[in-house]
């Protein structure tokens, strides 16, 4: 492909974002117009993103820069929330409740 575009993300959030974003990878080739990898390295996450023409990479780029931008925002919310609450993600099997 003609065009290329690599981004390094360092961020704590690594290991989540990659999981959350990580499916869209395989069905990004669809169009055939552009192809995108994304990889995790301790806490960096390296997005490289070929297109075959400009307006293609633009549109694959803005696609994997929301989904990124959006899974650390909603890393750093569950984290901030769990920080007021720590118990807001334990699971609660047996409910005494009425």
Do not use: K
Request: hydrophobic letters at 45%; glycine letters at 4%; one cysteine or more.
């Amino acid at each position: 492909m003609a065009h290329r575009a690599t981004f390094v993300f360092e961020t704590p959030n690594a290991s989540a974002i990659h999981a959350s974003v990580g499916p869209e990878e395989a069905g990004e080739e669809w169009c055939g117009r552009s192809a995108a990898r994304i990889r995790r390295e301790a806490n960096t996450l390296v997005l490289e993103v070929e297109a075959a023409d400009l307006p293609a990479l633009r549109a694959s780029l803005n696609m994997w820069l929301r989904l990124v931008n959006v899974a650390d925002e909603v890393c750093d919310l569950a984290r901030a929330r769990q920080r007021r609450d720590p118990d807001i993600y334990r699971m609660h099997l047996y409910d005494d409740g009425p």
